[in-house]
C-alpha cells in the first residue's frame, strides 16, 4: 500500500465496468453485452451525422464548454414537465442541475450532505451500486437494510429503527431507486408513504435512472417534499451512454448548493451537444422502447414456463432472474456456472448475489440469450 494513501481506501474494490479489449475498440462488441442495462441502439445515423457536423463547424475544441448549461437545463426542464404531464411552468432551469453521469450528482450530493462527519447514509440492499461505493470513498458510513424476498419491498421497519438508532454520524441521506436495480421493481404505496414521513432534515434521492421504461414518476411530488431530489440519466433510454450525462431535478435552493460543489466544466461540449439533440429528437430516440417493453415480456413469459428458474415482474429494461431453490450455496454455484456458460458463449449478464441481472437486448440478442439459458440448464440436469 503506498503510505500517503487514506488507509480505509485499501480495503476498497473499483467498481468493475465492461470489460476492456486492447484493440482501438473501446469494448469487445462480439459480445451481446447485457450487463450493464444500455439501450441496445445506437443514434440513428442522421443524428449522428448531424452531431459529426456539429463537432466539425460549431464545436471548438480549444475553448472551455459552456459551463452553464443554460440551453441543456431549459431543455431538459421542458422535458420533465411534459414526461409527467405537469404544466410547463412547474420545473424551469433553477429546478435542474446537470451531471457528468448521475454518478457524479450522487458524489455531489453526498459531499453536500454527510462529509467532515457530517452524515451517514441508508440504503437497501439490493440495489444500485455505486451510493455505497461513492459513499465509502468520501469515508462515509453505509447503512444496509434488507428487502422482502418475494415483491422486493424495502423492509421499512428495518429502515425506521436503522434512522432511529444510528448515530454519529445520524442517517443523512436515504437512496432509493425507482423502479430498483436490479430487482426492476417501482416503489409500492407502502414504502412511498414511509418517503413522505421522512423529516426535513433527511435528504431522499429517488434515482429514476428507468423512467422512460416504467412511466412512473415522483416528480409531481417535489413541490411537497423540499427535502427530495430526482435523479435521471441519459444514459439509459436516451441511448447516450458514452457522453455521461445525467441531471437531477430539486428545489432550487438544493440546485444551487450542487452548483457550489461541481466541477465548472463536468461536460464536455461533446456532451453537452448529444445531450440537447436527444432531447429535440426524443419522440424518435424514445420510440425503440416499445419494442424494448414487448421483448421484456416474451422472456419473462418463456423463462417463466422453466420449472428452475423464478422470474418476477419488471418495470424496466432488464429482467432479474433467480432459481427457485433460493438462497443454498448450489444456487449460487449454478448461477455462477450460468454466468460463465453465458459469457463462454457470447453473452454478457450480470452475475450477482443469488441472481442474474438480464439486459432486454434486440430481438435477436434475446433470442440467443433465451436459447443459451435454456440449453445451458437442460445441461446442467
Ligand atoms: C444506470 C444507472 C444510472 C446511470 O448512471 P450514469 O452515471 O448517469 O450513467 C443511475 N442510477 C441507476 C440506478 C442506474 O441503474
Redesign the pocket.
Known amino acids: 500500500m503506498l503510505p500517503f494513501i487514506r488507509s480505509d481506501l485499501a480495503k476498497l474494490t473499483a467498481y468493475k465496468a465492461h470489460p476492456s479489449s486492447n484493440t482501438a475498440e473501446p469494448v469487445a462488441i462480439e459480445f451481446d453485452r447485457l450487463d450493464t ?1 444500455e439501450s441496445p441502439y445506437d443514434l440513428p445515423s442522421d443524428i449522428k451525422e448531424k452531431l459529426g457536423w456539429n463537432f466539425q463547424q460549431i464545436i471548438e475544441s480549444n475553448r472551455y464548454p459552456d459551463g452553464g448549461h443554460q440551453i441543456l437545463k431549459e431543455a431538459i426542464a421542458t422535458y420533465v414537465n411534459e414526461s409527467a404531464n405537469l404544466s410547463s411552468s412547474t420545473f424551469t432551469d433553477a429546478n435542474i442541475s446537470v451531471g457528468n ?3 457524479e450528482l450522487i458524489r455531489s450530493l453526498l459531499i453536500a450532505t454527510c462529509l467532515k462527519g457530517e452524515g451517514s447514509i441508508l440504503v437497501a440492499n439490493p440495489t ?1 451500486s455505486m451510493y455505497g461505493i461513492l459513499a465509502q470513498t468520501l469515508g462515509i458510513p453505509v447503512v444496509s437494510v434488507g428487502r422482502n424476498e418475494d415483491n422486493f419491498e424495502i423492509d421499512l421497519k428495518a429502515a425506521q429503527t436503522a434512522i432511529a438508532e444510528t448515530q454519529n454520524p445520524p442517517i443523512r441521506v436515504v437512496f432509493v ?1 425507482h423502479p430498483n ?1 436490479p430487482t426492476a421493481n417501482n416503489l409500492t404505496t407502502a414504502e412511498i408513504a414511509w418517503l413522505k414521513s421522512l423529516p426535513e432534515e433527511i435528504l431522499v434521492v429517488i ?1 429514476e ?1 428507468y423512467f422512460e421504461f416504467s412511466q412512473t414518476t415522483l416528480v409531481g411530488e417535489l413541490a411537497q417534499h423540499s427535502n427530495w431530489i430526482v ?1 435521471r ?1 441519459f ?2 433510454a436516451f441511448r447516450l ?1 458514452a457522453m ?1 450525462v ?1 441531471y437531477c431535478i430539486a428545489h432550487p435552493d438544493a440546485i444551487a448548493i450542487l452548483e457550489k460543489v461541481r466541477l465548472p466544466y463536468n461536460l464536455p461540449s461533446f456532451s453537452l451537444t448529444s445531450a440537447i439533440f436527444a432531447l429535440e429528437n426524443r419522440q424518435v430516440l424514445l420510440s425503440s422502447i416499445a419494442e424494448t417493453l414487448s421483448e421484456r415480456q416474451k422472456i419473462i413469459t418463456e423463462l417463466s414456463t422453466h420449472p428452475a428458474l423464478a422470474i418476477t415482474t419488471s418495470d424496466t429494461n432488464f429482467i432479474y432472474l433467480r432459481l427457485k431453490a433460493n438462497g443454498s450455496q448450489l444456487t449460487d454455484t449454478i448461477l455462477q456456472n450460468l454466468n460463465q456458460t453465458l459469457r463462454n458463449q457470447g453473452t454478457l449478464v450480470r452475475l450477482l448475489p443469488g441472481a442474474l441481472r438480464i439486459t432486454v437486448g434486440t430481438p435477436q440478442e434475446n433470442a440467443r440469450t433465451l436459447e443459451r439459458i435454456q440449453n445451458a440448464l437442460k445441461q446442467a440436469k
Open positions: 442495462n453521469g448521475s454518478d444500485f431507486v436495480s434515482d435512472a435523479l440519466t444514459s439509459k451512454a455521461r445525467g
